[in-house]
């Protein structure tokens, strides 16, 4: 599989993790599914103090996985478990052919079982191939400020820069939230037969709209 991001030789692990790695943590449906649609998963590297000599505080690692897929249908699910699974943040490579397309969740250890993650929002790229990469890891200051860069990077155009991952969270949140009510009111006014409720609905469809541009110019600033 391909070389994303080019990292130092001391953060490379290259290690194969078996997909029963995570049968514990599976129900029979979902074992069947790691079966059905991965083909490999690879430990390809590791983040952190002792690999760059850069310090970590509420990020202590950040580990790369890179996941071969047998057929072109997106794993979400199968990504939860391993998140959930294992306690440091992981950066997903998720590939099919010459197409992948990345995914991280940033999570918090579970209040009352040490053996579970708490999945707090997952941010990801659409599907690219090689020549569209755009990402980047940067290796500087510390683990958490790589990682929160990265997130930044993965939350899309416009760009937005946002300096703690509460903050963050919180601009993704709203913006799905509006545009998933914006996808609803097209979804209702392309159904709407009744002329004076379909004006109804256009009005408020371009009251959301101004609303998400709005949040979007207020996140740059």
Same mark, same amino acid.
């Given at each position: 599989m391909m070389d994303l991001f080019s990292l130092p030789l001391q953060t490379k692990v290259n290690k194969t993790v078996p997909k029963n790695a995570f049968e514990s943590y599976s129900? &029979?449906?979902?074992?069947? *599914?790691?079966? +059905?649609?991965?083909?490999?998963?690879?430990w390809s590297n590791k983040l952190s103090e002792e690999t760059l000599n850069l310090p970590g505080k509420e990020i202590k690692e950040i580990q790369l996985f890179k996941i071969e897929l047998k057929v072109n249908e997106d794993p979400k699910q199968l990504l939860e478990?391993? %998140?959930?699974?294992?306690?440091?943040h992981i950066i997903f490579i998720v590939s099919f052919g010459r197409g992948f397309f990345l995914s991280t969740a940033k999570k918090h250890p579970h209040p009352t079982n040490e053996n579970f993650s708490v999945i707090d929002w997952t941010? +990801?790229? %659409?599907?690219l191939e090689p020549e569209q990469m755009h990402f980047?890891?940067?290796?500087?200051?510390? $683990? %958490?400020?790589?990682? *929160?860069?990265?997130c930044n990077q993965l939350s899309g155009k416009p760009k937005i820069n946002q300096k703690s991952f509460d903050e963050l969270i919180e601009v993704n949140s709203k913006t799905e939230q509006l545009k998933k009510e914006i996808t609803?009111?097209?979804? &209702? $006014?392309?159904?709407?037969?009744?002329?004076?409720? +379909?004006?109804? *609905?256009?009005l408020r469809l371009k009251e959301v709209e101004r609303e998400l541009n709005l949040h979007w110019t207020i996140m740059q600033n």
């Open positions: 129900n &029979a449906n979902q074992k069947a *599914l790691f079966t +059905k649609l991965i083909s490999k998963i690879t478990i391993m %998140d959930k699974a294992i306690p440091y941010f +990801k790229s %659409d599907w980047n890891l940067n290796l500087k200051k510390s $683990i %958490d400020s790589i990682y *929160l860069d990265f609803r009111l097209k979804s &209702a $006014i392309s159904n709407c037969k009744q002329f004076n409720q +379909k004006v109804e *609905l256009n």
